[in-house]
């Protein structure tokens, strides 16, 4: 598979970070890298041009529950600090900070995702909004404290993640940063 990063329009990490954290050590140190420097598996979750949702539940074989966090509003953007975990054992599988700009989005699309209860490749997927998934940037990441918590670490083991953006009826919607669990 040939993907190139797309730097057409990049969500900025430090921006999308500092939505939740004062810093962006606070979440972890990352270190852009290329898919042939990420173990098999970190790399087959991230290095696709496909929602997370799908791909975590294909690779757990189960449907995944979205866990908000905290969000963020503004008049023209929702954001949301989430965790991804397992139906059957509530396993955290995917941490991420999402932005979303709401005006790109119909009504009914946007109160789905604002009710919080659904994972947001499945609300886009099932309400059929025509999206195209830009891989932008992987990353390895050293976790910060909250990062190890969050995974329910004992202590920090290297993760990795991605940046990427969704394109929603063909504008730039959605800016994505998604962490996969180092639990594999």
């Known amino acids: ?47 696709h041009d496909a929602h997370m949702t799908v791909t975590v539940e294909s690779h757990h074989g189960q449907s995944v529950d979205v866990g908000v966090l905290n969000t963020h509003v503004t008049p023209t953007h929702y954001s949301r600090r989430i965790l991804l975990t397992r ?29 919080e209860s659904t994972p947001l490749g499945r609300i886009l997927i099932e309400h059929d909004v025509l999206r195209d998934v830009r891989l932008l940037s992987l990353w390895r990441i050293e976790p910060g404290s909250d990062l190890v918590k969050q995974f329910g670490l004992e202590k920090p083991e290297t993760c990795y993640g991605r940046t990427a953006l969704i394109y929603c009826n063909g504008l730039p919607a959605v800016e994505l940063l998604e962490v996969v669990t180092p639990l594999e």
């Open 87 to 115: 139906q059957s054992d509530g396993r955290v599988v995917q941490f991420g900070i999402v932005r979303l700009n709401s005006t790109f989005l119909g009504d009914e699309v946007r109160k789905e995702i604002e009710s």
């Open 1 to 47: 598979m040939t993907l190139t990063p797309s730097r057409q329009a990049t969500p900025e990490l430090k921006a999308l970070v500092h939505l939740f954290y004062p810093s962006l050590s606070d979440l972890g140190q990352f270190k852009e890298v290329a898919e042939n420097e990420m173990p098999e598996v970190p790399r087959k979750l991230l290095w």
